[in-house]
């Protein structure tokens, strides 16, 4: 193992390869440097270990697999390593030019993108950078544009998606959209209800507005009572932090 990933890779190494070299979970991969920060994480295990465990425990080869808010692809490409069959959504366009080009190095026809944001309503939605500017894994509809870059994404149901797009029946599928599930969520109940896959929650509560929370609260209840196994989280933590939530059909 390389000890200080930084000093290896400089930037005429990077320049030349046009890709940096990582690893996410035991894989080698070839990606965008313009993440380099996050890569190193992955490269050395720091990022979400406990994400990646749910993964190598649930995802089996031949799933379906879908990866809602799927920034540059870290989770996409590792489910897809782990031999599902991957579909993903990343509305942000600087964070998904590189997904692309993640994708084309690492499991190329094994992932389906789109550039599209999922929520309650069809139609364009303003979505701002909760970061500095756009890319950065943090866009968002509830970021305030003030003095953040933002921009116009178009955005579909979870119905619409389903039938334009003719999805998949799902046998996962992983939420992590920056405080968007306090209308996703409530959206998806009934697909959830009928299909009942694998869902991992990130939960976003302090980004929500708190009119906003109690249809979120009542959206994880009825996810209880579909997932009737799973452990009751806690309120405090909710609120004030941004735990993951596994549901988990058995």
């Known amino acids: 193992m390389i000890p200080n990933l930084r000093a290896h890779y400089d930037s ?9 070299e990582s690893q996410i979970g035991g894989f080698p991969i070839e990606v965008h440097p313009e993440d380099r920060p996050f890569w190193i994480d ?29 920034w ?11 031999g599902a069959r991957v579909t993903c959504f990343e509305p942000d366009p600087v964070a998904y030019e590189r997904l692309l080009f993640n994708l084309r190095r690492n499991v190329p026809g094994q992932v389906s993108p789109f550039q599209i944001a999922l929520g309650g ?9 909760m970061a500095s500017h ?9 970021a305030s544009e003030r003095g953040k870059q933002s921009t116009n994404a178009l955005a579909l149901s979870w119905e619409s998606a389903v039938r334009l ?11 992590d959209v920056e405080g968007g599930e306090s209308e996703l969520l409530p959206a998806m109940l009934p697909y959830l209800r009928e299909h009942r896959p694998t869902v991992l929650l ?17 959206a994880i209840e009825a996810l209880l009572e579909i997932y009737p196994d ?21």
């Open 12 to 20: 005429f190494s990077i320049r030349w390869q046009g890709y940096l």
């Open 42 to 70: 992955t490269n050395f295990g720091a990022w979400e270990p406990e994400t990646l465990e749910i993964y190598r425990a649930l995802v089996r080869p031949e799933m379906e697999v879908c990866d809602i808010g799927a």
């Open 72 to 82: 540059v692809g870290p989770t996409a490409i590792f489910a897809a390593k782990l």
């Open 121 to 129: 309503a069809d139609g364009l939605r303003r979505m701002g950078a």
């Open 134 to 142: 756009l890319g950065q894994s943090g866009t968002s509809f509830h």
């Open 165 to 175: 797009l003719q999805l998949p029946r799902f046998d996962f599928i992983k939420i």
């Open 202 to 218: 990130s939960t976003h509560f302090p980004f929500i507005p708190e009119s906003e929370h109690a249809v979120l609260h009542s």
């Open 230 to 250: 799973t452990q009751r989280p806690d309120r405090e933590p909710l609120l004030k932090g941004f735990p993951s939530l596994l549901f988990n059909r058995r």
